[in-house]
């Protein structure tokens, strides 16, 4: 057998293959396929098709009093609205919210902060968030009630316990995490104390910190609700969780089922609104999460 | 003493003409770091001297203590024993009269555009601000060729353009000296190449003091004015060699093989008597 010469094999070149007549390179997409890749599309969709099964299965059972249906409990809501009752006990549910919200953040940013700078600080952490994470923050009203009284400090009360560890957890993973170069590269440039935190490490790590801002405000949310199902209408006026509660007792299903919706939309509206802003805006657009 | 014999060749290297006073000065510096377990001796009696507009490179292979020595000189690793000088003056702490280019391709902040990484060790020290901070930000990135890209963020950008903004990134802010910590390493080797004749072409240009570590004897050759061997295990100093005279152009010449080859018993075949 003779060895192939491989290198008889002849060379050429030629021009590349006339393409303009094969019109553009990119075409848009058609309209449906767009408007699909939308997310908010196709969430819109689901919460249509949601409410769509509500309303049939609730008229199939025909019993208003264990299962109304959504037009009559938007019928419920829009009584409620024009009472202003509704919008009133959203209001006061919100405010408490806010208050605890931002107090357990603030707490919460001084123990990270202590927990960064030191290794004892890291110890006292660890071991807080370990004893009181898993420590249901209603199962701490009883107390907030002996020692505030009945009222705004023990709401607070229990929503920034129910805030502070979840976020303070979160936010310290995040900044353990961040890469030692781009640390460095943040020393480099003289950073340090306060500013090497705010100007580096928050940024760095706020993918894990805004996890932690979403986990700490569904907590709150739902300890606000509970607790004001607990003990109903403290102060002047009570919440949302008052409102459900008071319903339930007058037997008008339709207004528990509007409260809840609600306290539903408000949470979807948190979530998918104002966090996922945040989101498109920072995370997002610095390549730090898809 | 090493050093006085160092100082002494360098007296004698240089004939009857002054030398200007050294930059960066390493005397006697031995360097260790901690593991959980163990204290690691990274670098042993190690003394060099790197003169203003120096292309200054650290050779060696791994375990050499190369990137230890560069990041003591940029200030995050304290010496243990030995003096290590800036200007004469001991270096103590990272600043910003030293910038470093890392190796890793995530040395930017992903948080902000191109022209915003550029900007932000400007303002983060002060040094320069306002007008002037954007107008030597926007003059540097289009020196390397990314003025299209001034407002992308760093995630969109190839390995080879993140590395450029890095390099910008310090080049702005004048420095005394560039730290390079194998800034190429991590890029294809047409990459690389193109990037290593960028760097010298900004350094025709404008003449800054680099200190530039590597492994690859070729790249040594190609960017370095001058070379400093180490052995292994700990880093100690095998030679100091000129390397001026080379460049991409004069590769294929025999000079630049028997440098190479040179370099290279340097650091494998020497070792036994190196002990």
């Not at chain 2, 310090?170 to 990459?191: K, N, Q, R, V």
């Not at chain 2, 001058?226 to 060699?241: D, K, M, Q």
């Not at chain 2, 630049?256 to 080859?261: D, V």
């Amino acid at each position: 057998m003779t060895a192939i010469d491989l290198s008889a094999r002849p060379e050429f070149e030629r021009a590349p293959e006339d393409f303009s007549n094969q019109g553009a390179v990119e075409r848009p997409l058609p309209l449906w396929e767009r408007a699909w890749n939308s997310t908010a599309v196709r969430r819109a969709v689901l919460l249509v098709l949601l409410a769509l099964v509500w309303e049939v299965y609730a008229r199939l059972l025909a019993n208003p009093l264990l299962f109304p249906s959504l037009t009559e409990t938007l019928e419920a809501m829009a009584r409620d609205l024009e009472s202003g009752i509704l919008i009133r006990r959203t209001l006061t549910s919100l405010n408490v919210l806010v208050l605890g919200y931002a107090a357990g953040l603030a707490i919460a940013a001084v123990f990270t902060t202590l927990a960064v700078s030191s290794r004892i600080g890291t110890d006292l952490l660890a071991t807080l968030t370990a004893m009181f994470n898993p420590l249901p923050a209603i199962a701490l009203l009883p107390l907030a009630l002996i020692w505030f009284g009945l009222g705004v400090p023990s709401l607070v009360f229990v929503i920034i316990h129910s805030v502070l560890w979840a976020v303070a957890l979160n936010t310290h993973t995040g900044f353990r995490a961040v890469p030692e170069t781009l640390r460095m590269a943040g020393r480099n440039v003289g950073l340090n104390g306060i500013r090497y935190v705010a100007l580096l490490l928050i940024p760095a790590a706020f993918p894990a910190i805004l996890a932690g801002l979403k986990i700490g405000w569904a907590f709150a949310w739902r300890t606000l609700i509970a607790a004001e199902l607990v003990f109903g209408a403290s102060a002047r006026q009570g919440g949302l969780g008052w409102h459900i509660f008071e319903a339930r007792a007058q037997l008008e299903t339709a207004t528990v089922f509007g409260g809840l919706l609600v306290v539903i939309l408000i949470g979807l509206t948190v979530e998918s609104v104002i966090f996922r802003a945040i989101e498109a805006r920072t995370v997002n657009r610095w390549g730090m999460q898809r | 003493m090493e050093a006085g014999a160092i100082a002494a060749a360098a007296r004698g290297a240089a004939g009857a003409q002054a030398m200007p006073a050294p930059l960066v000065s390493a005397r006697g510096v031995t360097l260790q770091y901690r593991t959980p377990q163990h204290i690691v001796t990274a670098t042993w009696r190690v003394d060099f001297d790197v003169l203003p507009s120096d292309r200054f490179i650290l050779l060696g292979p791994s375990g050499c203590g190369k990137s230890s020595l560069l990041k003591a000189v940029g200030g995050f690793l304290p010496p243990v024993e030995g003096r290590l000088t800036i200007n004469g003056r001991p270096i103590v702490q990272p600043g910003p009269d030293r910038m470093m280019v890392f190796q890793e391709f995530e040395q930017l902040l992903p948080w902000k555009t191109v022209l915003g990484n550029v900007l932000f060790p400007m303002r983060a020290t002060g040094r320069f601000r306002g007008r002037e901070a954007m107008e030597r930000a926007q003059d540097v990135i289009a020196r390397v060729g990314l003025a299209k890209f001034a407002d992308v963020y760093p995630h969109m950008l190839s390995g080879g353009m993140k590395m450029r903004v890095a390099i910008a990134r310090a080049m702005a802010m004048e420095p005394d000296i560039l730290l390079m910590d194998e800034p190429f390493a991590a890029l294809d080797a047409l990459t690389r190449r193109r990037m290593q004749e960028e760097l010298l072409g900004l350094w025709d240009q404008l003449r800054f003091t680099m200190l530039f570590v590597t492994h690859s004897i070729e790249e040594a050759i190609l960017v370095g004015s001058r070379i400093l061997v180490l052995s292994p295990h700990p880093g100690r100093v095998c030679a100091e060699l000129n390397a001026e005279a080379f460049h991409h152009g004069n590769v294929d010449q025999a000079a630049f093989g028997a440098l190479s080859k040179r370099i290279h018993r340097l650091l494998f075949e020497d070792r036994g008597t190196a002990e």
